[in-house]
């Protein structure tokens, strides 16, 4: 199991990211894959949702895959089973994501390892909200 990155670079990505793709988000405000997007946007970030099944999320164009999206993405941030993800990578990697980020509760060695190979930093099973907040970055997301 790789490691996840060290403080230092954690507070690097957020620092450097402007713009966050949110694949598996879900328009649904009981689930963590709305909650963790609004936070984001809150915080100054621009959010952008990937779900085939809805046109639109959070006030937001949701696009089916990361290829359709028309604009560069520095962060890939992932709420789909583990098995799915090496799939995201390979898209997340022709995209020319600098960061592939799996929420918590999501990993994948397979994903991981695409993703490096691609030059992504990898992040896995961790929130991207509630990491935000342990670094003092801000608040944090609400929680359930």
């Known amino acids: 199991m790789r490691e996840r990155p060290p ?10 990211t402007k713009t966050i793709a949110v694949v598996g988000a879900s328009p649904d405000p009981a689930k963590r894959a709305n909650v963790i997007p609004k936070y984001l946007m809150s915080q100054g970030y621009r959010v952008i949702p990937v779900n085939p099944n809805h046109d639109e999320i959070l006030g937001e164009k949701s696009y089916p895959t990361l290829l359709d999206i028309p604009e560069p993405v520095d962060v890939v941030d992932v709420f789909r089973p583990a098995d799915e993800t090496p799939e995201v ?3 997340a990697a022709a995209i020319g994501a600098k960061v592939f980020w799996l929420q918590l509760g999501i990993v994948s ?4 390892l695409i993703a490096e190979e691609a030059g992504m930093t990898v992040v896995m099973d961790r929130c991207i909200g509630q990491m935000h907040a342990v670094l003092g970055l801000g608040p944090g997301p609400p929680h359930d």
């Open 109 to 112: 060695e397979e994903a991981g």
């Open 89 to 91: 990578a390979e898209k």
């Open 7 to 16: 403080i230092h670079e954690l507070r690097k990505i957020y620092a450097d």
